[in-house]
């Protein structure tokens, strides 16, 4: 194909997953010498990529803050979660090498009392790896659509992610859904997500499960304070919006015409 425009959108270093095809650098590299423009998803991403392309610009994730905001009002509780009890931590996202599964384990164990809901397909590992405890709750993949809900039903949502070369370059999406939604957030160390929520107030970062214990206990002790939580979330997303990510991406694209 000879397009007008060459783009490269990357959004991940696929090349660091499991499974990933011994070819894949190869065929990147031949992708980077004919893109005219390069964006990335994310501002790790783009620093490694940078070295490769002198037209790389980072775009990282952005939020529909509309669709997610309505978790902040009184939606239906879906019936496979409304039986679930409280305090209630939830995940949503493909659970797979990313995932953290020694942590969740360890946090669930030492908190009985806490419920884990988590949302997501099982792809690329073996599911009888996860733990099967009774205050841990794998409800499936669900559709966008109904994210909202299930996350207006959570006290502390969690990004258990697991620190390897998976998730070395990642940028998370979920970190401003579940913000825009007005839950606080328990993420491990990703960069990206340290470099760009640790000082929002509202994004805590734990190594180790008993600091994720801590930290969610210190969540859920901020939830009790009115406003608070949606205010600092709403400074952390002030000015976020796919539209404009849109409009910058569009905007450096019409320069390579």
């Known amino acids: 194909l000879q397009g007008q425009v060459v783009i490269y959108d990357c959004m991940d270093e696929l090349s660091a997953f499991k499974f990933a095809p011994p070819a894949m650098l190869e065929m990147e590299q ?21 070295e490769h392309h002198a037209n790389a610009h980072a775009m990282p994730s952005s939020v529909d803050i509309a669709h997610f905001g309505q978790a902040r009002t009184a939606l ?32 669930a164990e030492q908190r009985p009392d806490w419920q884990i809901v988590l949302i997501g397909p099982v792809v690329k590992i ?34 258990p992610f697991a620190i390897n070369e998976s998730t070395r370059f990642i940028s998370p999406t979920k970190t401003p ?18 470099n760009g929520y640790a000082h929002s107030g509202v994004v805590s970062i734990a ?16 939830r009790k304070q009115s406003g608070v939580v949606t205010k600092r979330a709403d400074r952390a997303l002030d000015g976020m919006s796919w539209d404009k990510t849109c409009a910058d991406m569009k905007e450096l694209i019409e320069c390579q015409r």
């Not at 859904?177 to 340290?194: F, H, I």
């Open 76 to 107: 239906t509780e879906p019936a496979d979660q409304a039986a679930i009890g409280h305090p209630r931590l939830g995940f949503f996202g493909v659970i797979d090498e990313r995932f953290d599964i020694q942590l969740v384990t360890d946090i």
């Open 207 to 222: 190594s180790n499960a008993a600091d994720f214990i801590s930290a969610i206990d210190a969540a859920l002790a901020l």
């Open 126 to 159: 073996d599911p009888a790896l996860l733990p099967r405890l009774a205050n841990i709750h794998y409800l499936g993949a669900r559709q966008y659509e109904q994210l909202p809900a299930y996350l207006a039903g959570w006290d502390v949502a969690l990004m």
């Open 30 to 50: 031949r992708l980077l010498s004919r893109a005219d423009v390069v964006f990335t998803g994310g501002h790790s991403l783009w620093e490694a990529k940078r």
């Open 177 to 194: 859904e579940y913000l825009a939604g007005g839950c606080p957030v328990v993420s491990t160390p990703v960069r990206d997500v340290v």
